[in-house]
């Protein structure tokens, strides 16, 4: 416990992962909400909108134009990308960010336009600007000022990936990356094909070859081997559920080999677990509501290929949660301050 909380607003506290950040901050001992905006649903309290929350953080949601910064200390950016670094852009410089928005996650802002679609504001921010996959950013998060909280779905994969990478212990041209999402991934805003009934009882790939989060996903593989040419095969899924998210890694390697490596990566970190060779399969609902990422290992039938999977909850690991594991980590706190008593709602 500090002496003084840190007061946090929230931006897009209307949003799934805004108001996920004000459920799991009900735990935190040193951060209390003071601050929810939103757009479309300002003028409402968070409980209008949320009624789950009634009676633990009932802020009155307002325009990010309506915040009093003098008295914020961090701010979480739960908007869209885009919107997302025009609005923190124009913050004071005492305020820290936890982004979750994928617009300071590129290095390099010729990538993120290539990304895109549109420059980047801010392109010498974004290339200094920590990626925060919270087990593997290292020293450079204490202190840091602003934090880029990595997509949900490399997340996932990157956990799996990262620690194969130096020494290289795969087939570096043979990745390939099947993911699944549940429909909070996509956010509260009402999209075409995102309707219960065009959702429920069936499944679909999307941005087939080209999601946004390949380019991300090659960045950070290269980057840790110290190579630039490492490609991915990525295709994310959508299924009928809220939350939750399934990858499965199709690698070239030895199964013992990479289930130690992964197993060493790990060893100690509270929230990620590398289950027993010969364990059954992770399920979604093992990590739901929690800031676990299970990881497990396979041997394939087919010679020399090994089959990684993992889960987590998108709205946990896969954003709100790591962004608190984030916050902890800047300022030097217990990583797992606000996290650890989360227990997975199950069944
Ligand atoms: N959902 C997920 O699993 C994950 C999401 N992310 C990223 O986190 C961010 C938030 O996602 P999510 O919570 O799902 O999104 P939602 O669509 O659920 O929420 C978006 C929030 O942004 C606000 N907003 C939208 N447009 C504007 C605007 N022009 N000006 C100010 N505020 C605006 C909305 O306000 P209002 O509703 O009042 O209009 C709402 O509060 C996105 O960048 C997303 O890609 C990252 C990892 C996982
Ligand atoms: C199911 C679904 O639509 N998921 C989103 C990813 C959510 C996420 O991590 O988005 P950001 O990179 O914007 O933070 C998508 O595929 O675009």
Redesign the pocket.
Known sequence: MTDQPLKAAI??????????TVRLLRNHPNVTPVAA??????GKTLSD?FPHLRGKYDLD?I??EDVDWGGIDVAF?????G??QD?IETLPAHVKVVD????YRFRDAVAYSKAYGREHIAPKRTANAIYGLSEHAGDAMKGADLVA????YP?AILMVLLPLMNPMIIDRDAIIIDAK?GA??????LKEGNLFSEVTEGLHAYGVGTHRHTPEIEQELNLRAGLNDIEVTFTPHLIPMA?GEHVTCHLRGDVDAIHAALSAAYEGQPFVSVLPLGSPPPDTRHVRGTNDCRIAVYPDSAKGRVIVIAVID??VK??SGQAIQNLNLMMGWDQALGLDALLPLFP
Request: aromatic fraction near 2%; hydrophobic fraction near 30%; proline fraction near 4%.
């Open positions: 931006l897009g506290a209307s949003g799934y992962t805004g108001a996920e905006t939103g757009n479309a649903l300002a909108i949601v325009k990010a950016g739960c908007l869209p990308h919107t997302s609005l979750l928005s994928s617009d909280c990595p997509g949900c997340t999402s909070t991934g996509a956010g509260r805003g939350r998108n709205l896969g954003s």
